[in-house]
Nanobody
Framework: QVQLVESGGGLVQAGGSLRLSCAAS????????MGWFRQAPGKEREFVAR????????YYADSVKGRFTISRDNAKNTVYLQMNSLKPEDTAVYYC?????????????????WGQGTQVTVSS
């Protein structure tokens, strides 16, 4: 069992930056690939970024590539999402999720554990 708690969301102007954090409980954090997803009102949850167990491999949605960076610190059981050059269309609730598979997947149903989400609002 892994419990995930996101933080760092808030209100920011377009072009600004935020860094989200996701703290995991338990001693098996490094056994999981981690992903970030987001869900805007009235829309389906969509993939944002994924990082492998060791942090050596990352994968991004085209919509955030070059603006967002995912990273992790296994000693601190934490995964991060640095978001730069934010746009109003980035407004959503952001969730982190844990996946035991080594196969890169962008499908929410493949992830075992989820946090409660943190709101990111980008004003124009």
């Amino acid at each position: 069992q892994v419990q995930l708690v996101e933080s760092g969301g808030g209100l920011v102007q377009a072009g600004g930056s935020l860094r989200l954090s996701c703290a995991a409980s338990g001693r098996t954090f490094s056994s999981y690939a981690m992903g970030w997803f987001r869900q805007a009102p009235g829309k389906e949850r969509e993939f944002v970024a994924r990082i492998s167990r060791s942090g050596g491999n990352t994968y991004y949605a085209d919509s955030v590539k070059g603006r967002f960076t995912i990273s992790r610190d296994n000693a601190k059981n934490t995964v991060y999402l640095q978001m730069n050059s934010l746009k109003p269309e980035d407004t959503a609730v952001y969730y982190c999720a844990a996946d035991r598979s080594v196969i890169t997947t962008t499908t929410p149903g493949s992830y075992l554990y989820w946090g409660q989400g943190t709101q990111v609002t980008v004003s124009s």
